[in-house]
């Protein structure tokens, strides 16, 4: 594991990136309890992907987005908030938006169609997951500015991958979060590729992190495969938004193991050498080494978690297949107060079709 120590390099704070294999300073480590949680929660978070995975394949959900690989970015990030800040995730961060409060019923549900997806438990501050690439983080920033107009002390924290940094809305949204100085933490996975374009080719820069500067924000790029240097750095830059002192753009390095969704075949444009580079440094494996080292795991408590990790995904599974199909018309509703008229004349062509009419 990395020190977490935020070290300046070139105007950017390089966590762990280099020193991948460097001791941790113990003041540093947080307490046995949160480390085993945290473990625990990347453990759960894979075993909940390569679930979805195979209910896809099985036609219980649709399309569906693999996280695997990243869960120390997203569980080291999530846990370094409030419950009472505001997350604003893409399609792939379900593993965050479980460790900040979102049941795994309700994700299965969004990856089968419902709008019960999006409907969270009135206490859990997330957003829906975006699927147009950086719509998400002019939201955070204009919802942080919302939070510092009121005067309390709340925070966001929107994720985005590699690919949203060459959108439109990645430099507005960081332009108003430096210019206003939100309180806001702009977490960047990149995980090299955005579907099958690499990061070659989105810029001509060397990191994402060296980007702040052009704001006049900080700017952190860590190993993203580290889970204490992610906890560490996250939670560096949500203190300094909580003070006043503006925004913070972080890079986690990382890798997705598998493809960009299930429709896609990553074969096609990554080598099987460096997929498997990737898979060695698998963020699980290195934490879990880490608190062996300590005492803090066995193998008996890896038994007992994988038994109750297997239990609560199997019991949300079940959750989820008792709900009626999906209703198509659904894709109507919860847009306008009042339907367009292109759009109600689809509507009823659809609904006809579902009564088994032609118009054809």
């Known amino acids: 594991m990395s020190e977490p120590a935020l070290q300046s390099k070139d105007g950017v704070r390089d966590v762990g990136v280099q020193e991948a294999e460097a001791p941790l300073k113990e003041a540093n480590i947080p307490p046995k309890e949160q480390c085993v949680e945290m473990y625990r929660w990347m453990v759960k978070i894979r075993a909940f992907d390569r679930r979805c995975v ?5 036609g219980r959900i649709g399309t569906y987005a693999p996280l695997e690989g990243q869960e120390a970015a997203q569980v080291g990030s999530a846990f370094a908030l409030a419950p009472g800040d505001m997350m604003f995730p893409t399609y792939r961060d379900h593993g965050a938006m479980a460790v900040h409060g979102v049941p795994l019923e309700r994700i299965l549900l969004y990856w089968n169609g419902r709008v019960e997806g999006a409907d969270y438990p009135q206490d859990v501050q997330v957003f829906p997951p975006a699927v147009p690439i950086g719509t998400q983080i002019p939201h955070a920033v204009g919802y942080a500015m919302a939070r510092q ?9 929107g994720y985005f991958g590699d690919g949203a940094t060459s959108e439109g809305d990645f430099h507005e949204g960081l332009n108003f979060a430096a210019v206003f100085r939100a309180p806001v933490v702009l977490f960047c996975q990149n995980n090299q590729y955005a579907i099958s374009v690499p990061f070659s080719r989105q810029t ?5 992190a060296e980007k702040a500067a052009a704001y006049g924000i900080e ?17 560096h830059a949500v203190e300094k938004a909580r003070r006043g002192e503006g925004p913070t753009l972080i890079e986690a390095y ?8 299930t429709a896609d075949d990553h074969t096609r444009y990554r080598a099987a050498e460096e997929v498997e580079m990737w898979k060695s440094r698998d963020p699980i494996r290195r934490f879990r080494a880490f608190l062996e080292a300590r005492r803090w795991w066995d193998d008996q408590s890896e038994r007992a978690l994988a038994d109750e990790v297997e239990e609560r995904i199997e019991l949300a599974v079940q959750t989820m297949e008792q709900w009626e199909a999906v209703n198509p018309a659904d894709m109507f509703n919860h847009c306008f107060a009042d339907l367009p008229e292109a759009l109600r004349e689809q509507e009823e062509e659809l609904s006809e079709v579902l009564r088994g009419g032609d118009r054809a």
């Open 254 to 261: 990382t890798y997705r193991f598998h493809s960009h969704t």
């Open 149 to 157: 107009y009121r005067g309390d002390t709340g925070i966001a924290l």
């Open 54 to 58: 195979r209910l896809q394949r099985q």
């Open 204 to 208: 001509a820069t060397q990191t994402v």
């Open 219 to 235: 700017g952190i790029r860590v190993d993203g495969n580290d889970l204490l240097a992610v906890y560490a750095a996250t939670r």
